[in-house]
């Protein structure tokens, strides 16, 4: 994990397979996933979930397909005030692959965009060179 505006990594975590024993693992995100893990185990180690240190306003974290996800972009929203935004890989759990379903055969810049209103998340798919898959819960039309 880093920080946008200094470039300094606040958090790093080297994979180093199955960690069955939890060693380094926060308590509380011990029995999640392993993706969600990791990304949970970075927000609490570094404190994020109990700090107020941006004015008020929500914490802003870009991941790339490799960590998000809906339930995690809900989880980092709900349990540690964290809005985030990235791509996403289609057969993660809890994508909707019967409704957002498009090709690459589809012609470029064919669109879908779904908006969870009890989950307040939305995900979206477009077809460029390849299908992109993304997922956010900041839900804003603002620059």
Do not use: F
């Amino acid at each position: 994990m880093c920080d946008a505006k200094t470039y300094a990594t606040l958090y790093l975590d080297v994979y180093q397979g199955k960690n069955a024993p939890n060693v380094g693992i926060h308590a509380k995100v011990r029995d999640l996933p392993t993706s969600q893990k990791a990304v949970a185990n970075a927000c609490y180690q570094l404190g994020l979930h109990k700090k107020d240190d941006c004015g008020g306003r929500m914490r802003h974290v870009a991941m790339d397909n490799r960590y998000q996800y809906p339930q995690l972009a809900v989880m980092l929203r709900e349990h540690c005030n964290i809005y985030s935004t990235g791509t996403n890989r289609s057969n993660r759990k809890g994508w909707p692959k019967d409704k957002l379903n498009l090709t690459k055969k589809m012609d470029r810049g064919t669109t879908k965009t779904m908006y969870d209103k009890g989950n307040k998340v939305t995900v979206a798919q477009w077809v460029d060179s390849k299908v992109v898959n993304v997922c956010s819960t900041l839900n804003t039309c603002e620059i």
